[in-house]
């Protein structure tokens, strides 16, 4: 099950709310939403995600995640101009179900979003699902360089969970012929 949401400011989490202030007028916002089938219990996936540190090796434009505490976390993100960063804040957190979060005052990028673990039915694993709501910096120009270079969120995160999931089912990610560095060394 897979899907992907462009979505009115009211579909989005909670607790966004809509900036006020004219120079937001440049951003994009949209919301992506991916669901991932994975043959594992959902206690196991939230405790893999929880621990924010795990995620480097699963998110592919992640390029570090600092522990601030045990609810803020700062996000170094590889973008189409170089990278950004934002601290995130832990906004709802059910153990073995759900995390939510969004970011602090002065994200170079705005998001807030949530990733539920719930029993797949018919005892096949769980079902993944994570919701993104992001401010595309640059509006229109900024959502096409990130779609050119790959970068934005709504393909992200279907790549992210893709990895997620051979990363939980097998032990491992499987890799193209080129590896992450020959990447950076090509600039993509």
Known sequence: MSEIL?????????SEAKSAD?????????????????????????DFWRDFGNLVAVLENVRRIE?????????????????????????????????AWESEPGADVRNSG???????????????????HYDTPGGLIGKIAA?????EPAIQA???????????ETGEIA?????HAQREQRGE
């Open 22 to 46: 004219p120079s937001e007028s440049a951003r994009e916002n949209e919301t992506a939403a991916k669901t991932v089938t994975i043959n594992r219990d959902p206690r196991d996936l939230y």
């Open 158 to 168: 279907r790549r992210d969970l893709r990895r997620f999931k051979q990363l939980m």
């Open 67 to 99: 522990r601030i505490d045990d609810r803020r976390t700062r996000w170094v993100v590889k973008a189409p101009t170089g990278t950004v960063q934002w601290v995130t804040a832990v906004v709802d957190d059910q153990p073995g179900r759900l995390i």
């Open 175 to 179: 890799t193209g012929a080129r590896t």
């Open 6 to 14: 462009t979505a009115r400011r009211d579909d989005a989490p909670a």
């Open 147 to 151: 779609r050119l270079f790959q970068r």
């Open 114 to 132: 949530r990733v539920e673990f719930l029993p797949a039915p018919g005892g096949r694993g769980s079902w993944v699902r994570a919701t993104i």
